[in-house]
């Protein structure tokens, strides 16, 4: 819709700048083009980018490993310019290797789509519940 990342970031940037506002800005990149696209636009514009968020940099090997070289590539050209966070693939056995790049956080939704439900329930003895009520004159 925006027309690549560039685009995008100048669109914020000019609607940052009409509205007057502050505001920190971050965007998520997919692939090492991405974020150079990116530090490109920054080196050359006054940006509200705050934080590089780099998606799925961290790839699973058949071995149960992974690999964080393009995560880690990709920290070593924003080289502490801007915030950076590493996302997907990230698991309690991956976040070790994962924080070993240098990123500067680590996101995860393991903790939200891969969490075990609790299974429980409330009954409710509804006479128990009237007889309650009736006693405090609430039923």
């Avoid at 966070?85 to 991956?94: K, L, M, Q, R, Y």
């Amino acid at each position: 819709v925006a027309g690549g990342i560039t685009n995008a970031m100048k669109f914020v940037d000019r609607f940052l700048a009409k509205e007057k506002l502050a505001l920190p800005v971050e965007v998520e990149t997919r692939t090492l083009q991405e974020v150079k696209d990116l530090l490109e636009y920054a080196a050359e514009n006054n940006t509200s980018l705050t934080r590089i968020m780099l998606d799925n940099m961290v790839v699973p090997l058949g071995n149960g490993d992974i690999d964080v070289s393009m995560l880690k590539d990709a920290v070593e050209l924003i080289n502490g310019r801007f915030e950076t966070e590493a996302s997907g693939n990230v698991t309690i056995d991956t976040v070790k290797k994962i924080g070993e790049t240098g990123v500067t956080y680590i996101s995860s939704g393991a903790l939200t789509h891969s969490v075990k439900a609790l299974d429980i329930s409330l009954k409710i003895d509804t006479e128990l519940a009237l007889q309650v009520g009736r006693r405090t004159n609430r039923a």
